[in-house]
C-alpha cells in the first residue's frame, strides 16, 4: 500500500485491514476526480457505515475518511504540477476539487508552497 510520498506501516495489522486499505485505495482512485465524491459515497463503495469507515480509518491510519480523500486528490495534483504542463485551475477541476481557492490553501498547506510557486520550484 505505497505512494510516492507516503509508505503505510502494515506491522500489526489484520489481513482484513490490509484488504480494506486495499479497497479504499482502489475506490479513491477509481473516483478522486469526482467532484461529488465525499465520505458517504466511499462508504457507500466500501459497504460500511460512514461512522464505522470514520473509525476504521482513525483505527488504522490515525486520519478521517475526509482527510485521507483529500490527500489523495493533493498527490495527484502534485503528480500534475510535476509531469504535466497543465493550469493550476485544470488541476484543480481535475483532482476534483471545486473551487481553486480551496485547493490553492490545502495544497500549500500540505506542499508549504502554492500550486504556482510548486510548479516553478520543479
Known amino acids: 500500500i505505497n505512494d510516492q510520498e507516503d509508505t503505510i506501516d502494515l506491522t ?15 475506490t479513491i482512485e477509481e473516483n478522486y476526480t469526482d467532484p461529488e465524491f465525499d465520505i458517504d ?10 461512522s ?4 476504521k480509518m482513525r483505527d488504522i491510519l490515525n486520519t478521517s475518511a475526509n ?18 504542463s497543465l ?8 483532482v476534483g476539487f471545486v473551487t481553486p481557492s480551496y485547493f490553492i490553501r490545502c495544497f500549500k498547506k500540505k506542499y508549504g508552497k502554492s500550486p504556482n510557486e510548486y510548479a516553478n520550484s520543479n
Do not use: W
Not at 67 to 84: F, G, H, M, P, V
Open 12 to 26: 500489526g495489522l489484520s489481513h482484513r485491514d490490509i484488504q480494506f486499505l486495499q479497497e479504499l485505495n482502489k
Open 41 to 50: 459515497e466511499l462508504a457507500s463503495h466500501l459497504n460500511i457505515s460512514r
Open 52 to 55: 464505522s469507515l470514520n473509525r
Open 67 to 84: 482527510n485521507y480523500i483529500r490527500d489523495r486528490q493533493l498527490q495527484k495534483a502534485e503528480e500534475l504540477l510535476r509531469t504535466s
Open 87 to 94: 493550469q493550476v485551475n485544470e488541476i484543480c477541476y481535475r
